[in-house]
């Protein structure tokens, strides 16, 4: 029963503070010749609903998925996907003090871009 309730936990959302649904974005890190590159899978938020900063070599990405059409008055029959605020924090092996980021939404799908650090 035990493994029951561990397997079942890895396919249901987290739950926060009065059961609120907490949405965890995925992220993907790449390194290439150029710098680094943050994937973070943002399928329907609007992309003036993003945050990025940054700390020391913590990234956090923060923002909201909203439900538009229940916003709207529809009256929903069945619900799957994980609508709350989010942030979403991950350390980095470099610095990101100084460093200029770039950022691109395309397809649902956020890219940050963070150069070579200079003389590494």
Do not use: N
Not at 15 to 30: F, S
Not at 48 to 60: K, N, Q, W
Not at 67 to 79: I, P, T, V
Request: net charge neutral; charged share 25%; glycine share 8%.
């Amino acid at each position: 029963m035990k493994r029951d309730r561990i397997i079942h936990s890895l396919f249901l959302p987290a739950v926060g503070r009065l059961g609120e649904l907490c949405w965890r974005p995925a992220v993907d890190l790449y390194r290439g010749a150029s710098g680094w590159i943050v994937k973070c899978d943002l399928a329907g938020v609007r992309p003036d609903e993003i945050a990025v900063r940054t700390s020391g070599r913590i990234l956090t990405i923060q923002g909201s998925r909203r439900d538009h059409l229940a916003e709207s008055g529809h009256c929903h029959y069945r619900m799957e996907i994980s609508y709350s605020s989010f942030e979403r924090s991950i350390e980095l092996p470099i610095s990101l003090d100084q460093v200029e980021l770039a950022t691109e939404y395309k397809d649902g799908m956020l890219l940050i871009y963070i150069p070579k650090e200079t003389g590494t």
